[in-house]
C-alpha cells in the first residue's frame, strides 16, 4: 500500500478511536465464574497435553547424538 493510503487508513481509525458512545452492557454475577472456569481448564488442558506429548517435546529440542558404532569406530 502507498504511504497516502496508509495515511488515510490510520486517521480514519483514530477518528474511529476517539468518538466513544456508551455499552449499555450487561454482565451478570456468572460472567467472573465462567471465565475462571475457561482459565482453569485451560490451564489443565495445556498441562495434560505436554504430559502427553512430553518425551516428542524433548526429542525435538534435543540435539541428535552419535551412536555408539559411529563412535566407536571413529575411534579407530
Same mark, same amino acid.
Given at each position: 500500500?502507498? =504511504? *497516502?493510503? $496508509? *495515511?488515510?487508513?490510520?486517521?480514519?481509525? &483514530?477518528?474511529f478511536c476517539l468518538i466513544v458512545s %456508551?455499552?449499555? =452492557?450487561?454482565?451478570? $454475577?456468572?460472567? !467472573?465464574?465462567?471465565? #475462571?472456569?475457561? #482459565?482453569? =481448564?485451560?490451564?489443565? =488442558? #495445556? !498441562?495434560?497435553?505436554?504430559?502427553?506429548?512430553?518425551? *516428542?517435546? #524433548?526429542?525435538?529440542?534435543?540435539? %541428535?547424538? *552419535?551412536?555408539?558404532?559411529?563412535? &566407536?569406530?571413529? !575411534?579407530k
Open positions: 500500500m502507498s =504511504a *497516502k493510503v $496508509m *495515511k488515510i487508513v490510520g486517521i480514519t481509525l &483514530s477518528i %456508551p455499552a449499555y =452492557a450487561y454482565l451478570d $454475577m456468572g460472567t !467472573g465464574s465462567y471465565l #475462571l472456569q475457561v #482459565l482453569v =481448564a485451560s490451564a489443565l =488442558a #495445556l !498441562g495434560i497435553s505436554v504430559k502427553v506429548f512430553w518425551q *516428542k517435546i #524433548l526429542t525435538f529440542f534435543k540435539k %541428535p547424538q *552419535k551412536k555408539d558404532t559411529e563412535i &566407536s569406530r571413529e !575411534g
